[in-house]
């Protein structure tokens, strides 16, 4: 795994670009919201230019560990700021920065105590960038829950329906998973012998027993895969999705649950691989139900958000059996599901919020008929159902034909499950779109105007990267490739 | 015998003596503010000086008494943070109304002479004084809890804290005797020689743990932890602020000492701590999320505190000596806040309930900012000292193999944080029944609020320079065994 | 590896074929939403280049022995080498010409019918979606590029069915038809998925040759040929998922001119015959095909006996014929089944347009209504119409009689003779509903006729458009053209057999040895037909009631689609609603959340029996602590 | 020795267990604080036989700082006691349980 350090230190420029936010943010009286809204604007937008320099400039050939930042932290323990991209992270840098631009314009019309939100919108995401950078166990801990507790607060102010219930039963969840993982970290620094969390040392194979290496992952998969939405412990994404305001269900589906996943594969897999193959089954079986049950349940919803809550259980699911394949391509079509996801449930909730800001309520029923009141807005609703639904052209298609390939090599039948799938997954969110959508123009909501260009540009951005990673892949698989195979090569059979 | 290594002791006699001269003068009858503002304003400068004191003799070394008061790095450190602990408490008593205006010299006066006694508890290294100090600290906080203005709560609190206290002293002589007897001597140095090759006999086992269980009444350990929600409750808020911090600091100190003197050996006494610690924490966070009063949840959550550091004691090495006395640390920084912004909160001294703290996000930001953190850093979310401190009790523990102690101590973290967002619920989400005034904080204040959040979250990020001084700490209790 | 590359002409006219629509589509979308002409002016322009394209490339290449090919690897990852990329063979050039020519008939002819819809130039976005999608779909080189266009053809059938939104029925049946159509997609996807594994390479030219598919056991290939054929069932309206095809109907006519009876659902014939050889590998397959094509081929001519709307009644005809098409090719006749597709596409786009005229005329999509208002004063559609229905029925001289001829030539060549009796039987049964329907319209009865109760009355039609007689010339022109087509391609038999036959790969007879008597019987089961409609709705004195309607039972068996819909209908709601997915959000609610809410209600109890015991009287604390110190002693002594 | 220390540490012991039966039963908190004061003195007893069993007299000086420190622990325990009574009129400490 060779490293390549940064000439620029990129990485915590992305970092310091949204601590300085939020202390700019902190720094402007609170009657001027306006003000608050463009400062923020602007550093998410420089959060998003670095982003996306790090990704192109992410050499697709030398592959390895690159813009790489090292500073000693706490020696005694061998705790490292050290900061580090590779195959597995610039993907997610991108999504983060994607959503956290979007994130902050839908919430473009935010009234009440607008400085508090945005300061802790700016923590929330900065905990995110952190986890996902850092190559030290002990800050990817610290940046998880750094991520953490501003969720709280988020959703239990300017949340909606159930929020005080939705935002302690998230917290406490996801407290519950930094439980699991804290020890099973620490276990695997004190096993190493090595006296340290940087996460490049600890990846030496050989390193750990097999014992060791299958406690350790049951701990972290399990910890992970509460955030990561693994089915068992799911029940706090959909109260989550549905009590947080919309630029927060964004950040929390599109992106933290992704969090979930990436520490499964950067932590669990990466440092113990007997273990992966060990528990593989099991994450297989999870993963599965975790589809089905997601689509099934989301038949049964009424309410808007509820619905994409559990679709995106269901595709985090498809994420889950991805890495539960122990291939190449498995790998490959979850993390590219990942960033596919995590951009499609951005725009759902973005849309879902420009409605609800609108017409003042989530429930389907209620709904109707808005494709004929503001058609471009119901427009965008619509193109991200359909790449819910994995049709071809859009991003997910991809992620899930990587997968479910992968899936059919390994474990046949759950691969079956899982194509079936598609057509239920298909039936309800067009039965959504129909019901909230279409139907006869509705009178009540005769008097809405439609989305202007300024409010739409976050959904069109996401729009159009959904279409092009539709219309060329290769773009993102590239990249990932650079870290999946030579994992993979130097994978102890 | 050079008398300077024993200044800090020597300079808080002094300031005791003067404010018990102070209590002799006559105090002019209508006692009208300016006479309360000068003793406030003399106790501050005297808790200054004497953290100059403390800190000019950091790096004293010696012993007096023919050994039986010894002077070391560890009991420097420990003696600079009881002096900061004391300025600190002394300035979050700018108006105590809940205490009359003639009672304020004796208070001051008990406050320096309990400082004083805990002084001499850290350097305590014979049973002897170790029992001396321990005694002085203990009354002068039993008159201090009484002191309120408020008679039933006060003295009804101060009854029960005598009761217990002189029980757990009388078990904690009775074990004194007992190790006397079988080692021989009193010196804890000697005793370090010769007990852990006893470790098999009886009375040895059971006088170590009476002896131990002396030291778990001032830390609020699982059985010797009854007094703590009345007392806290009953106490005025900067008295019911000193016990959380100061004197819990100086149960760690001596533990640690008497810990690693004696029970190096005996596999027995890591099974008991295990089980004190583990019933403790539970205890002590189950019964907090049912509180409504919030000095009685602080009283719980500190009980569970010392279960936690209870896990740093019986790693029994330098690993957890040092993480110990570093969250020691963490945890006067964090009860600290956490009492300073309830005092602000009840100017007239009377007891918060966590429904009155509604709306205080916009009553002062600051205050609401520093409750959300110092509630942040007591549950162990990163970027506090408190995460640090849990984090560096953890590490030790595993190194040593305690895979499911540290399991259940984060299971017990993530019930604490369940009724620590209940409080910070209450504080930013809850609207008050009636729009309450802003509350008004004087520039000391506001400084010092400031400083705690940054000393809590710097600490949190940087606590690289915080962790040497600990290890520092830890290595005369070392070198002795 | 794919034949000759092609060279840079070759490879422009595709790109300018399969591209254009695509640019058109997101131009309309984007910039000229808002003016309706340009837009509609902008999709006719990109398919005449289409078209001109697809005419160049069959004229340049018609002597074309091996396929020419271009790929280009699009998505890179690792362990997937699936390039995307063009073929082109005789198989393509037809294909990709009968496409165009209808896209171009049908888009003109949307002039006039569409005139005047708030929706226009969406109309227009959506056609060139959909020319673009099934372009591209015919010159796919790759199986995956195939499915990947497949299911965009899904789509834009999602979005044109359910063009008029605003009524329930038409999105209803929109939704119904692309989730009908996933069903069956994902059965293709998973026969693909195995393919890969198994051969590694999912390249058309290879599978399609023996050498390549030596090593795979015989049992895998018929698996997966079944599964790839359920994308053919799905996306045809075959047997078990026919019932979206009649619901389709809500949408546009032009739409179901263009999409549901000449092109799309024609796209499972032609992968059919695109895999033909690779089908042709395992018999057993092939009998299940054969089956099923007969199936349905008997189950829609009966519904379309009983159906009252003009357009109900060509959906099931198209079903039928889609039948004889895959009953032509599973018996093993590779030109039967391409040229019957041809020449259907024809005569059934020529059918529904001139419905159109008549719909958007009188604005009831009910024959007996229409008949009333005097659908037979316009000349033209009513001529057409006739001519398409004589067609339809295989009457000599057009170009449906080559067609089923050699369809029927095909079957006679199956050892088992209850194919051909099965074919011969749907032939009468196809001259019969459709001339059922010319008479109907020919000789209209003042009485309302009373039809046995149950029929579904057919929705009334958007009222929206009114019968401008400004689109009147583009609404006339496509039919003359595709009148002339359904005559003239008759007598192209031969040509079009040598230019196909001749093309093929290795392997797949060429029709079997015709029996003597077959074409003969053929036409007089169809002349029969005709008599019996004759009798029934023609004469004078004849009460227009269809032999069947007078055995109620057998009617509502029709009427009710066999009732296929209601079981899914059945299955939808009762056991996947109601059923399964009440019992995972029951789990998700009760089991659980129920669980966990639980555990922390028990332990705030725990917490708050905790705190009562510390309010206990100073002495009881006492107790409990010499209680406990002593207990820790004696635990010494364990 | 007059007498083997293990009869010293027994009536230590029993003294030690009759004071804390004093501490817990009785109903008047002068009385607990009696049970205390015997609890105390039992202690003082172990010193004084260990010191004479170790030859040392550290356990002497250690009595005479018990005794001491017993007296300035009963003189605060009772001044509040007394303040209780004064403020309460009883002793029974059954009647203090106001904090919940």
């Known amino acids: 795994m060779q490293m390549e350090p940064a000439s620029f230190p990129f990485l915590s420029a992305i970092l310091l670009s949204c601590v300085v936010g939020m202390m700019a943010i902190i720094l402007i009286p609170e009657e001027r919201q306006l003000l608050i809204k463009q400062v923020s604007g602007v550093f998410s937008g420089i959060s998003l230019l670095l982003s996306l320099y790090v990704f192109f400039a992410f050499n697709r050939s030398l592959g390895g560990v690159q813009f790489v930042e090292h500073l000693n932290w706490i020696p005694s323990l061998g705790i490292s700021y050290f900061n580090g991209v590779d195959g597995f992270s610039v993907p997610n840098i991108l999504l983060t920065g994607i959503v956290f631009f979007t994130g902050v314009l839908t919430m473009w019309e935010l009234k009440t105590r607008v400085k508090e939100y945005f300061a802790l919108y700016f923590l929330l995401v900065a905990g995110v960038y952190g986890l996902f950078m850092s190559m030290d166990l002990f800050f990817i801990f610290v940046w998880y829950d750094v991520s953490l507790f501003p969720m709280y607060l988020l959703i239990a102010v300017w949340g909606t329906t159930r929020k005080e219930y939705g935002a302690m039963k998230l917290t406490l969840y996801l407290l519950a998973g930094s439980a699991l993982i804290l020890p099973a970290i620490i276990f695997l620094w004190a096993k190493s012998g090595l006296n340290t969390f940087s996460f490049v040392l600890l990846m030496h194979p050989g390193l750990f027993t097999p014992s060791v290496q299958k406690f350790a992952f049951l701990l972290l998969f399990l910890g992970f895969g509460i955030l990561a939405g693994v089915w068992p412990l799911h029940t706090w994404s959909p109260d989550g999705h549905v009590a947080a305001p919309h630029g927060v269900s964004m950040v929390h589906a599109g992106v933290l649950m992704k969090i979930g996943a990436f520490g499964v594969l950067r932590v669990a897999i990466m440092l113990c691989p007997l273990g992966w193959i060990y528990w593989a089954k099991l994450m297989a079986v999870l993963a599965v139900i975790g589809i089905i049950y997601g689509a099934l349940v989301g038949l049964r919803q009424t309410d808007l958000k509820y619905v994409i809550g559990y679709s995106s259980v269901s595709h985090m699911g498809v994420v889950g059996l991805g890495l539960s394949t122990v291939t190449v391509e498995g790998l490959n079509g979850a993390v590219f599901q990942m960033f596919a996801h995590g951009i499609m449930t951005a725009l759902l909730f973005s849309s879902v919020g420009y409605i609800y800001d609108r017409t003042h309520t989530k429930m389907i029923p209620e709904l109707g008929g808005l494709s004929r009141v503001v058609p471009v807005a119901s427009a965008f609703f619509i193109v991200a159902a359909l790449a819910g639904i994995g049709l071809p052209g859009l991003a997910n298609f991809w992620g899930e034909l990587v997968v479910f390939l992968a899936a059919f090599k390994v474990y046949p039948l759950f691969g079956v499950i899982a194509v079936v799938t598609l057509v239920v997954s298909a039936l309800f969110m067009l039965r959504v779109v129909q019901k909230a959508f279409y139907g006869p123009a509705n009178p009540r909501y005769a008097g809405l105007q439609d989305v202007t260009l300024w409010l739409g540009t976050p959904r069109i951005i996401l729009a159009a990267v959904l279409l092009i990673l539709g219309l060329y892949p290769s773009l993102l698989f590239n990249v990932i490739r650079t870290a999946s195979v030579p994992f993979m090569n130097g994978l102890p059979r | 015998m050079n008398w300077m290594i024993a200044g800090p002791e020597i300079f808080y006699f002094a300031a005791s003596l003067w404010f018990l001269l102070l209590t002799f003068t006559a105090q002019p009858k209508p006692a009208q503010n300016g006479g309360r503002r000068r003793e406030y304003l003399t106790a501050i400068f005297l808790a200054s000086l004497g953290i100059l004191v403390c800190l000019a003799s950091v790096h004293a070394q010696g012993w007096l008494f023919t050994r039986g008061f010894s002077v070391d790095f560890f009991s420097q450190v420990f003696k600079t943070l009881l002096s900061l602990g004391l300025f600190l408490i002394v300035c979050i008593c700018g108006q105590i109304n809940d205490i009359e205006d003639r009672r304020h010299n004796e208070f001051y006066f008990l406050l320096f002479t309990c400082t004083l006694a805990l002084m001499l508890l850290v350097s305590a290294d014979h049973l002897l004084s170790i029992y001396v100090s321990l005694e002085l600290s203990s009354y002068s906080l039993y008159i201090l809890v009484a002191l309120r203005k408020k008679r039933g709560q006060g003295l009804e609190a101060g009854i029960k804290y005598f009761l217990i206290g002189s029980f757990a002293s009388a078990v904690m002589l009775f074990g004194m005797a007992l190790l006397y007897s079988s080692a021989g001597t009193a010196y804890l140095p000697e005793m370090a020689k010769v007990l852990p090759g006893m470790m098999a006999s009886p009375a040895v086992v059971t006088g170590l743990l009476f002896t131990l269980g ?149 009553r002062s930001p600051l205050m609401a900012l520093a409750l959300l953190v110092a509630l942040f850093s007591l549950a162990g979310i990163p970027p506090t000292i408190g995460f640090t401190g849990k984090f560096l009790i953890f590490t030790a523990a595993i190194q040593k193999g305690y895979v499911a102690l540290v399991i259940i101590a984060m299971v017990n973290v993530v019930i604490s944080l369940y009724y620590y967002l209940l409080v910070i619920k209450a504080a930013y989400l809850l609207e008050p029944a009636e729009a309450l005034p802003p509350l008004v904080v004087s520039f000391p204040k506001k400084l010092l609020a400031g400083l705690s959040i940054a000393v809590i979250v710097v600490a949190g990020f940087f606590p690289w320079w915080l962790i040497q001084i600990a290890q520092a700490a830890a290595q005369p209790l070392m070198l002795g065994r | 590896m794919v034949g000759s590359p092609a060279h840079p002409v070759d490879l422009a006219a595709l790109i300018a074929a399969t591209m254009l629509p695509f640019a058109s589509f997101l131009a309309i979308l984007v910039v000229t939403r808002g003016r309706p002409r340009l837009s509609a002016w902008l999709s006719i322009g990109s398919v005449t280049i289409t078209l001109a394209c697809s005419i160049a490339l069959l004229a340049l290449h018609s002597g074309l022995t091996t396929p020419i090919g271009f790929s280009a690897d699009l998505i890179g990852s690792s362990g997937l080498n699936i390039p995307f990329g063009f073929l082109l063979d005789r198989l393509n050039l037809l294909m990709i010409v009968v496409v165009s020519t209808i896209c171009f008939l049908v888009q003109v002819y949307s002039l006039g019918y569409m005139a005047g819809d708030p929706g226009f130039s969406r109309y227009y976005a959506f056609m060139s979606l959909f020319t673009w999608a099934m372009m591209s779909l015919a010159v796919s080189a790759n199986l995956l590029q195939l499915y990947f266009f497949w299911e965009l053809v899904g789509l834009s059938s999602y979005l044109l069915i359910g063009f008029w939104y605003e009524k329930f029925s038409a999105t209803q049946a929109g939704k119904k038809a692309f989730v009908m159509t996933r069903a069956g997609d994902a059965a293709f996807f998973i026969g693909i998925l195995l393919l890969f594994i198994h051969t590694g390479d999912l390249g058309i030219v290879n599978l399609d040759s023996r050498a390549a598919l030596a090593g795979v056991p015989p049992s895998f290939i018929t698996l997966s040929a079944l599964l790839i054929f359920g994308g053919i069932v799905g996306k045809s309206a075959q047997f078990p998922l026919l019932t979206w095809l009649p619901d389709a109907m809500e949408g546009p006519t032009p739409v179901s001119a263009l999409l549901h009876s000449a092109t799309m659902v024609a796209a499972g014939v032609y992968l059919f015959a695109r895999l033909f050889p690779f089908f042709s590998m395992s018999a057993v397959a092939m009998s299940v095909f054969l089956a099923i094509g007969t199936i349905s081929m008997l189950l829609a001519s009966t519904m379309a006996m009983v159906s009252r709307d003009i357009k109900k009644v060509w959906a099931f005809s198209t079903i039928s014929q889609l039948g004889f098409m895959i009953m032509a090719l599973g018996a093993g006749s590779y030109f039967a089944g391409v040229f019957h597709l041809t020449t259907h596409a024809g005569f059934k786009a020529l059918l529904f347009l001139c419905s159109g005229v008549f719909i958007h005329r009188f604005e009831t999509n009910d024959v007996y209504e229409l008949s009333r208002l005097g659908a037979k004063r316009m000349l033209i559609p009513m001529v057409t119409m006739v001519l398409g229905a004589a067609a339809l029925s295989g009457l000599p001289p057009l170009s449906g009689y080559f067609s089923k001829e050699a369809v029927m030539g095909s079957l006679a060549g199956l050892p088992n003779p209850v194919w051909l009796g099965a074919g011969l039987a749907g032939v009468f049964l196809t001259a019969y509903y459709s001339f059922r329907l010319i008479f109907i319209l020919l000789f209209p009865r003042e009485t309302a006729v009373t039809i046995p109760v149950g029929t579904p009355s057919p929705p009334p039609q958007a009222a929206g458009i009114p019968a401008g007689a400004p689109g009147a010339w583009a609404m006339a022109v496509p039919l003359i053209v595709l009148a002339t087509i359904t005559v003239v391609l008759g007598f192209f038999e031969t040509p079009l057999k040598n230019f196909i036959g001749a093309g093929m790969l290795a392997g797949g007879s060429v029709g079997g040895e015709a029996l003597s008597w077959t074409p003969l019987a053929a036409l007089a089961l169809a002349l029969a037909g005709v008599g019996l409609a004759w009798v029934e709705f023609g004469r004078k004195g004849a009460r227009q009631i269809g032999f069947v309607d007078r055995i109620p039972i057998l009617h509502r068996l029709f009427a009710e689609r066999w009732y296929i819909d209601r079981f899914y209908g059945l299955l939808v709601n009762l056991v996947i609603d109601r059923g399964i997915s009440r019992l995972c959000y029951l789990n998700d609610r009760k089991v659980i959340d129920g669980g966990i809410d639980g555990l922390c209600e028990g332990a705030v109890e725990s917490g708050r029996v905790m705190a009562v015991l510390q309010t206990g009287m100073v002495q009881y604390r006492l107790l409990a602590i010499f209680a406990v110190l002593a207990l820790l002693a004696l635990y010494f002594y364990y | 020795m007059i007498a083997p220390f293990r009869d010293i540490l027994l009536l230590a012991a029993t003294l030690f267990a009759l004071g804390a039966f004093c501490a817990v039963v009785r109903r008047n908190l002068i009385m607990i604080v009696l049970g205390i004061e015997i609890m105390l003195n039992a202690a003082a007893i172990v010193f004084v036989g260990a010191s004479l069993h170790l030859n040392n007299l550290d356990g002497q000086t250690f009595v005479l700082f018990i005794l001491a420190v017993a007296a300035t622990e009963v003189s605060v325990g009772l001044a509040i006691i007394v303040y209780a009574f004064r403020r309460t009129g009883s002793f029974d400490p059954r009647h203090f349980n106001l904090l919940r």
């Not at chain 2, 010392?306 to 640390?329: K, P």
Request: proline fraction near 2%; charged fraction near 10%; glycine fraction near 8%.
């Open chain 2, 214 to 362: 002396g030291f778990f009444f001032k830390l609020a350990v699982f059985p010797f932890h009854f007094w703590a929600p009345d007392t806290y409750q009953g106490a005025s808020n900067q008295v019911a602020a000193y016990i959380a911090t100061a004197s819990k600091v100086a149960g760690i100190a001596i533990i640690l000492r008497v810990v690693a003197s004696a029970g190096q050996g005996s596999t027995y006494l890591v099974h008991v701590l295990v089980i004190l610690s583990v019933v403790s924490m539970t205890l002590g966070n189950l019964a907090a999320m049912v509180q409504k009063d919030m000095k009685r949840l602080l009283a719980f959550s500190t009980v569970a505190h010392s279960g936690y550091v209870l896990i740093g004691i019986l790693v029994l090495d330098a690993a957890g000596y040092s993480a110990t006395i570093f969250y020691a640390l963490a945890l006067l920084a964090m009860k600290f806040t956490a009492f300073m912004v309830v005092v602000e909160l009840t100017p007239d001294g009377r007891n918060l309930q966590i429904e009155e703290l509604a709306g205080l996000h916009r």
